[in-house]
């Protein structure tokens, strides 16, 4: 059975994703290791809605929107040499990584 682990990256801004998303995979292809990706997961949309007048006006309303950008890489075959890589790649704020063994 072939071990794999799956890399998630999220981020609000999706240029930023983007950039990190490719330090990753440059990071681990120069060193021969076999991944699959950058895989585009789906965007998380979350809407809020604000009444603007102090006072109880319905109709005066306004909408704010937050996206949470997804990417997924698979790392097939790790080694301790993967996961010391991954935990020392400098990302800049705003990029959040889950690492999910997927081996079983």
Do not use: C, W
Not at 28 to 53: A, D, M
């Amino acid at each position: 059975m072939m071990e794999k682990i799956r890399v998630k990256v999220f981020s609000y801004d999706h240029r930023l994703l983007e950039k990190s998303v490719k330090t990753i995979m440059d990071n681990l292809s120069h060193k021969g290791i076999l991944i699959t990706g950058p895989i585009i997961l789906p965007t998380r949309r979350k809407l809020y809605t604000v009444l603007t007048s102090p006072i109880a006006d319905k109709k005066s309303r306004e909408q704010f929107e937050m996206r949470v950008h997804k990417r997924m890489i698979e790392i097939k075959n790790p080694t301790k040499e993967v996961m010391n890589i991954l935990r020392d790649i400098s990302l800049p704020a705003g990029i959040d990584i889950t690492v999910k063994d997927m081996s079983g």
